[in-house]
Nanobody, 116 residues
Framework: QVQLVESGGGLVQPGGSLRPFCVVS????????MAWYRQTPGKLREFVAN????????IYADFVKGRFTISGDNAKNTVYLQMNSLKPEDTTVYYC?????????WGQGTQVTVSS
């Protein structure tokens, strides 16, 4: 059983940075397509970014291109989301996801709040 535990969210001013991370246990994250999504209550979950093949390829949603970077550390079995130039509209809960055919795991989420 794979478990995902997110942390590293918090409160930051507009233009600031945060680096949420997702610790993976039960399997190597390189065996999965690892992704970050975000969801505000009452709204659909949004794709943010993903990495595959242990981090050799990554894809980003248009609204985070140039601001967010997804990466993985194989030694720590951890996936990171470096968030720069944060905007108030980035405020929401961010979720880590591990997916491969037949498996789909989610973390509990970490809150990111961008406010002055």
């Amino acid at each position: 059983q794979v478990q995902l535990v997110e942390s590293g969210g918090g409160l930051v001013q507009p233009g600031g940075s945060l680096r949420p991370f997702c610790v993976v246990s039960g399997s190597s994250f390189s065996s999965y397509r690892m992704a970050w999504y975000r969801q505000t209550p009452g709204k659909l979950r949004e794709f943010v970014a993903n990495i595959i093949s242990g981090g050799s390829r990554s894809i980003y949603a248009d609204f985070v291109k140039g601001r967010f970077t997804i990466s993985g550390d194989n030694a720590k079995n951890t996936v990171y989301l470096q968030m720069n130039s944060l905007k108030p509209e980035d405020t929401t809960v961010y979720y880590c996801n591990a997916y491969r055919t037949g498996d789909d795991y989610w973390g509990q989420g970490t809150q990111v709040t961008v406010s002055s």
